[in-house]
């Protein structure tokens, strides 16, 4: 994909540039990873053997990996060098037992090849043949090895309370305009199909939340905030006015001490024949 064509995730677009979207990736994995680890662990994930992250974008989940599994070798793997600087400084801990490496999920370099395990988080909803993305990451693993797959779907993404239904029809063309830029927001439905479709067997799907009233309010701060979807406006998807209905339901949300929020993580697996 060149510079110009638009890309279905971009983590320099938002408002807050690449800094603001490291906190967000951050916020991100420490809400919804306990609940997803457990997940990995019922579909195959254990200590002792090479586990690569396949898209490990700023290496928040790759740090999480190699804590949550001290005899592992961890592979880190992404395309985007900023993010991958980023990955290496927060990984650098971990010594010679943590590698980061620049490549695609599709053509891994060598380095990369091989893993037990593998995981794909957040990573299909931005791919624009899933299918050929996951039978590609799958033909480079072990034998027998499992592959996983975390992703979101707009239908199902979780619940809130106070609930705005005037904002339903934004985030909805928000949400779908992703499509235009090569993605798919509502994969999360369709990833057993995706694994199958790509020659794994027995894939499963299960589900993993989070919810304020365990985590708290404020800790969901970053990913309900709607500058995210700032480039929207740029691009002409949403209106001026439409962002700050976003913005004022938002700040009526984060005030509110009864408000609770729920989000959810669609987990599937399946493992590598042979």
Not at 13 to 24: F, H, I, S, Y
Not at 42 to 69: E, F, H, K, N, Y
Not at 216 to 242: C, I, M
Request: aromatic share 4%; charged share 20%; proline share 6%.
């Amino acid at each position: 994909m060149s510079p110009a064509e638009p890309r279905s995730y971009d983590p320099h677009a938002t408002v807050a540039g690449l800094d603001g979207e490291l906190l967000r990736l951050e916020a991100q994995a420490q809400l919804s990873w306990p609940a997803e680890l457990a997940a990995l662990r019922r579909a195959g994930l254990r200590d002792g053997v090479t586990v690569l992250d396949a898209g490990c974008g700023s290496g928040a989940i790759t740090a999480r990996l190699a804590q949550a599994l001290p005899g592992a070798r961890i592979l880190a793997l992404d395309s985007d060098p900023e993010l991958l600087a980023h990955a290496r400084r927060r990984l650098a801990e971990h010594g010679e037992r943590v590698r980061v490496l620049e490549g695609t999920v599709q053509d891994p370099p060598p380095a990369a090849r091989g893993a037990d395990f593998a995981l794909l988080r957040l990573v299909l909803q931005h791919q624009a043949d899933p299918v050929d993305a996951v039978r590609g990451l799958a033909a480079t693993m072990a034998a027998g090895g499992v592959l996983a797959a975390i992703d979101v779907d707009g239908g199902l993404w979780g619940l809130a309370e106070p609930f705005f239904p005037e904002l339903m029809a934004i985030h909805a063309r928000a949400w779908q305009s992703q499509q235009q830029r090569g993605g798919d927001r509502f994969i999360g439905r369709r990833l057993t199909r995706i694994l199958s479709r790509a020659g794994l067997l027995e894939p499963t799907l299960e589900l993993a939340a989070a919810h304020s009233d365990q985590l708290g309010t404020e800790r969901f701060a970053a990913l309900l905030d709607p500058q995210e979807l700032q480039p929207r406006v740029a691009d002409g998807t949403l209106t001026l006015a439409e962002y700050g209905r976003l913005h004022a339901a938002y700040r009526r949300f984060m005030q509110d001490p009864e408000a609770l929020v729920m989000t959810v993580s669609f987990v599937a697996a399946g493992r590598v024949p042979g």
